[in-house]
C-alpha cells in the first residue's frame, strides 16, 4: 500500500507562484512514477504532471513551460513547483502514485492522495 499526503496549497494571486508537496510512504519502492493531477469544480480530473523513476517528466499543454515537477528520493517527496498561475488553474490538486499491477498487465495502479486545494484570484 501508498500513502501519499499533499500540502502546499492556497491562495495565490494571477501571475504568482506555489509550490505543492506530496510526502509518500508505506510501500514507496514500488513507485514507479509520480504525478499531479487537478479537477476543478464541476469538472473531471485532469492529468497535470508526471515524473519517472529515471526522472523523467511529462507535462499537460495547458501548464506546461509554467509548471515543473521534481522529486527528492530522500525525503519520499514530489514536488509541483507552478509559476505564472492564471485562474483557470484553480483546482484541487491530487498527488498520484503510480505502481505496476501484474493481476491488471499493462494497467498499472494509481494511489491518490486526499487533494489540496489552490485557488487563483484574478
Known amino acids: 500500500q501508498v500513502q501519499l499526503v499533499e500540502s502546499g496549497g492556497g491562495l495565490v494571486q494571477a501571475g504568482g507562484s506555489l509550490r505543492l508537496s506530496c510526502v509518500a510512504s508505506?510501500?514507496?519502492?514500488?513507485?514507479?512514477?509520480m504525478g499531479w493531477y487537478r479537477q476543478g469544480s464541476g469538472k473531471q480530473r485532469d492529468f497535470v504532471a508526471l515524473?519517472?523513476?529515471?526522472?523523467?517528466?511529462n507535462y499537460a499543454d495547458s501548464v506546461k513551460g509554467r509548471f515543473t515537477i521534481s522529486r527528492d528520493n530522500a525525503k519520499n517527496t514530489v514536488y509541483l513547483e507552478m509559476n505564472s498561475l492564471k485562474p483557470e488553474d484553480t483546482a484541487v490538486y491530487y498527488c498520484?502514485?503510480?505502481?505496476?499491477?501484474?493481476?491488471?498487465?499493462?494497467?498499472?495502479?494509481?494511489?491518490w492522495g486526499q487533494g489540496i486545494q489552490v485557488t487563483v484570484s484574478s
Open positions: 498520484d502514485g503510480i505502481v505496476a499491477d501484474i493481476t491488471t498487465p499493462g494497467l498499472p495502479r494509481h494511489y
Open positions: 508505506g510501500s514507496i519502492s514500488s513507485i514507479n512514477a
Open positions: 515524473i519517472s523513476s529515471s526522472e523523467n517528466t
